[in-house]
Structures are given as structure tokens and as C-alpha cells.
């Protein structure tokens, strides 16, 4: 059982590039998100999706698109990069999205925009 | 709207003494919390949960306390050893509105000293 896995690990982009980071979860979850975490902030919801075919956006959706064709994957489209995507990247799953569900974390995607 | 802080940014403990993290909450209504436990270059990794119908709850060398009156959990690790320096932070898993207004504090950063 993987649980939630990301890639890449870690990836330097140049201004205006675009790319995909993947996620993956193997647990049958109905609800999967991606998060940024910043130096000084908390984990910061940029989209997230209750179920194959349904996405939504989250507080810092900007930039970023999503998709959600399978209920295993949820990938995280950078459009065109900016340095201030530089950020670490979490995808999260859950069973549910509402009260008594854990939320697994993947490992992170470290990624440099230059 | 909801929130989840933390007192302490830091905090140092030398190695074998109890470290003692804090956690407040705002809403009345919470029912499910869980602290994570996120080491340097890691995803946050779950430590142990908590329901409102319990005070204590008690795994391998953690202990969380849930105070409702106050709005306050607490994380004890007993007997503090090196593996533990990490930032810890806790969630308010029950949101009204679903996982998506889940909000994640910065965190506390642990320091074990040798």
C-alpha cells in the first residue's frame, strides 16, 4: 500500500514553462487536494476534487488547473510558471470529506520557478 | 472565519524530558482533530487523532489532550528523543462545509538537544 505519491521530487522550471506535477493514491478515496507550503504560512488548499469528474477551486487556485478522470489520480497543471509558484507542493486524499476522515499527505514536490 | 493557531513557534527540549505542543481552535462545534508531524524535507505524517466525545488519548510515547471548555488541545511526547525534532501542528478536521475549509496552522518547530 504507497498511499499518496508524488512526482516529481523536485523540479526547476524557467519563467513562462509549463508542466504537471502527478499524484497518485492507491486507498480508494473519494476527496484528493493539492496544497502549497511557504516559509512562515500554512498549508494553503489551491484545488481539490470530491470524486472522479469534480473539481473545485481552493484559496490560491491562480495558475493552476486540475483534473480528476480517475478516482486514483489528480494531477496539478502549472500553466505558465512564475517564480512565485516557487513552493513546496503537497497532494492530500481522504476516505471522506467531512468530519472523522484523516487526510494523507504525499511526500511533496519541491519546485523552483526561475 | 474558523482557525487553528498555535502558541508556541519553537520550542527547544533537551533530550529524554517531555515536550509539551499546544493547539487552539475557535469553533464550538469541532468534533475531530489530529496532529501531524512534519520532519525536514517531509510530508506531514499523521500522528494520532482525537474525538470530542474523548479528553485523552494516548499512543506510543504521545498524548493529546482535548480541552472543550477552552478550545485547547495539547501534544505531550514523553521522554523526547533526537527522531522527534520536527515541526508539529494540529488540524481541526471538522469544518463546516467539508475538507476543503480545513485550515492548517504554521506549526510548531520541536528542537531536541542532545
Redesign the interface.
Same mark, same amino acid.
Given at each position: 500500500n504507497a498511499g499518496v505519491t508524488q512526482t516529481p521530487k523536485f523540479q526547476v522550471l524557467k519563467t513562462g514553462q509549463s508542466m504537471t506535477l502527478q499524484c497518485a493514491q492507491d486507498m480508494n478515496h473519494e476527496y484528493m487536494s493539492w496544497y502549497r507550503q511557504d516559509p512562515g504560512m500554512g498549508l494553503r488548499l489551491i484545488h481539490y476534487s470530491v470524486g472522479a469528474g469534480i473539481t473545485d477551486q481552493g484559496e490560491v487556485p491562480n495558475g493552476y488547473n486540475v483534473s480528476r478522470s480517475t478516482t486514483e489520480d489528480f494531477p496539478l497543471r502549472l500553466l505558465s510558471a512564475a517564480p512565485s509558484q516557487t513552493s513546496v507542493y503537497f497532494c492530500a486524499s481522504s476516505y471522506g470529506r467531512t468530519s472523522g476522515n484523516t487526510i494523507y499527505f504525499g511526500e511533496g514536490s519541491w519546485l523552483t520557478v526561475v | 472565519g474558523e482557525s487553528v493557531g498555535l502558541h508556541l513557534p519553537t520550542l527547544s527540549v533537551q533530550e529524554g524530558d517531555n515536550s509539551i505542543i499546544n493547539c487552539a481552535y475557535s469553533n464550538s462545534a469541532s468534533? =475531530?482533530f489530529?496532529w =501531524?508531524k512534519q520532519e525536514s524535507?517531509? &510530508?506531514? *505524517? !499523521?500522528i494520532i487523532?482525537i474525538?470530542s466525545n474523548m479528553d485523552k488519548r494516548q499512543g506510543q510515547r504521545v498524548t493529546v489532550l482535548l480541552n472543550k471548555t477552552v478550545k485547547h488541545l495539547s501534544l505531550q511526547i514523553a521522554a523526547t528523543q533526537p527522531g522527534d525534532s520536527a515541526v508539529y !501542528?494540529c488540524?481541526d478536521?471538522?469544518p463546516p462545509g &467539508? =475538507? *476543503?475549509k480545513?485550515? !492548517? &496552522?504554521? &506549526?510548531t518547530k520541536l528542537q531536541v538537544i542532545p
Open positions: - | 468534533d =475531530y489530529i =501531524y524535507g517531509k &510530508g506531514p *505524517q !499523521f487523532d474525538r !501542528f488540524a478536521l471538522s &467539508g =475538507y *476543503q480545513v485550515t !492548517f &496552522g504554521i &506549526g
